[in-house]
């Protein structure tokens, strides 16, 4: 297996250190493709990931999720499988099969895919899905559309939700020194404390230490949304503009006049009906975007993320 991979560019993508949230297209045959995702493994890596576009020839290599990236999809669909939990017509056996995962792949061709987050129903030996999220901090915008027109027009996803946050531009940082593990935990300590204080102040940055930017300002949050439609449309009619729904403009949160398309959504276009076994189902609509979760969210992510670089880089001195 390594032999035939021996010159292979993939592989040699795969092995360089790859930045947070990025994703790397590499053209490579589908036979390049299994035999490194075959090596990553027997490797038992859990990053980076490996997906193949059939159509394009293409495989994306995906770097580890940020804290900010994990931290808005962990807590996005948390909510809504807490939304489920309040209906009073559905049974706890049907509530059950309502499973949260963040490490999905799916298949359709020759095009394999990753999500970010997904809500899915286990009905008997299946999965159906629901709800796929993708969320980007520094992927190409187009990408994130990309992934979640392909979920709702190949797999029949009847939501679909792409947030893109874009960071703005960020000081380059000092190289820290320290001289014990103690003085450095008192330093991040110290750090901590003083980024919630400008957090409240300003929630959505920036967040300055001894001069420098470590976490620039938040300048738009655009969340798009599209549901399974009843007619066969092109995709590239998916997540018009017309659908965008910024949150954050400005380091302001903006997200009280919530759109059409995004206040309409409501549990049953979560949980097709046809799945239900005939349980009702009242139509609720779903509160995506609350004030207080998402400043919670977003405020406690970016403090840790930004404390993680308040930490050298390299071996500490002695």
Not at 90 to 102: G, P, Y
Not at 290 to 307: I, L, N, P, S, Y
Request: glycine share 6%; hydrophobic share 35%; charged share 30%.
């Amino acid at each position: 297996m390594y032999s035939a991979t021996e010159n292979s560019h993939l592989l040699d993508i795969v092995r360089r250190p790859i930045s947070p949230d990025v994703q790397v297209e590499v053209e490579a045959s589908p036979t390049e493709y299994e035999q490194v995702r075959q090596i990553l493994e027997n490797e038992e890596s859990d990053y980076p990931k490996l997906w193949y576009d059939g159509s394009r020839n293409v495989a994306i290599v995906e770097g580890p999720p940020s804290a900010l990236h994990a931290k808005m999809v962990g807590g996005l669909l948390s909510h809504i499988l807490r939304e489920v939990w309040k209906q009073h017509g559905l049974s706890d056996e049907v509530k059950d099969r309502v499973t949260q995962s963040t490490e999905a792949e799916n298949t359709r061709g020759g095009t394999t895919r990753g999500w970010d987050g997904v809500l899915q129903y286990q009905d008997r030996d299946r999965d159906i899905l629901m709800i796929a999220v993708e969320v980007g901090l520094s992927q190409v915008y187009d990408i994130l559309r990309a992934a979640i027109s392909w979920s709702v027009c190949a797999l029949h996803c009847p939501l679909g939700i792409a947030m893109y946050i874009r960071e703005g531009r960020r000081t380059q940082g000092p190289d820290l020194h320290y001289s014990s593990l103690e003085e450095e935990n008192n330093a991040v300590a110290d750090a901590e404390e003083d980024f919630r204080h400008q957090l409240s102040e300003h929630r959505y940055g920036p967040l300055v230490r001894n001069g420098v930017t470590w976490f620039g300002r938040v300048s738009q949050v655009i969340l798009e949304t599209y549901r399974l439609p009843e007619v066969d449309i092109p995709s590239d009619a998916l997540l018009d503009p017309s659908k965008s729904f910024t949150i954050v403009d400005k380091g302001e949160f903006v997200g009280d006049d919530i759109p059409p398309n995004l206040r309409d959504v409501v549990l049953g276009d979560c949980i097709p009906d046809h799945i239900l076994n005939g349980e009702a189902i009242v139509p609720t609509p779903v509160d995506f975007f609350r004030r207080d979760w998402f400043e919670e969210e977003f405020g406690t992510a970016m403090v840790r993320k930004a404390c993680s670089r308040m930490r050298p880089r390299r071996p500490r001195a002695e």
